[in-house]
Nanobody, 122 residues
Framework: VQLQAYGGGLVQAGGSLRLSCATS????????MGWFRQAPGKEREFVAA????????YYADSVKGRFTISRDNAKNVVYLQMNSLKPEDTAVYYC????????????????WGQGTQVTVSS
């Protein structure tokens, strides 16, 4: 089972990026999926999550109104559209499968992907 996050890069403040998380080995269409991020020297933090069918989404206050999470279960892909990026969004972004409990907590997740670097310059 693998999750691969990609789509990161270097972007100027105010710019946009779209991250993708592809799953292989099995399908997670019946599970909530989430995005987290970790900046250097900081703990991994919740960014966004989406329930199994896309009917409910959840966001950290710091990204609400700027980021949008979505999923395509037919393609086994979860997306994170990031707009109006700020330097404080700079981090490695990870996707994972929520297998228990609240979507807001890292302990609820398993099958973490490798992460993709997002760097926002000022």
């Amino acid at each position: 089972v693998q999750l691969q996050a990609y789509g990161g890069g270097l972007v100027q403040a105010g710019g946009s990026l779209r991250l993708s998380c592809a799953t292989s080995g099995r399908t997670f269409s019946s599970y909530a999926m989430g995005w987290f991020r970790q900046a250097p020297g900081k703990e991994r933090e919740f960014v966004a999550a989406i329930n199994w069918n896309g009917g409910s989404t959840y966001y950290a206050d710091s990204v609400k109104g700027r980021f949008t999470i979505s999923r395509d279960n037919a393609k086994n892909v979860v997306y994170l559209q990031m707009n109006s990026l700020k330097p404080e969004d700079t981090a490695v972004y990870y996707c994972a499968v929520c297998i228990r409990g609240s979507v807001y907590y890292t302990g609820s997740y398993d099958y973490w992907g490798q992460g993709t670097q997002v760097t926002v310059s000022s």
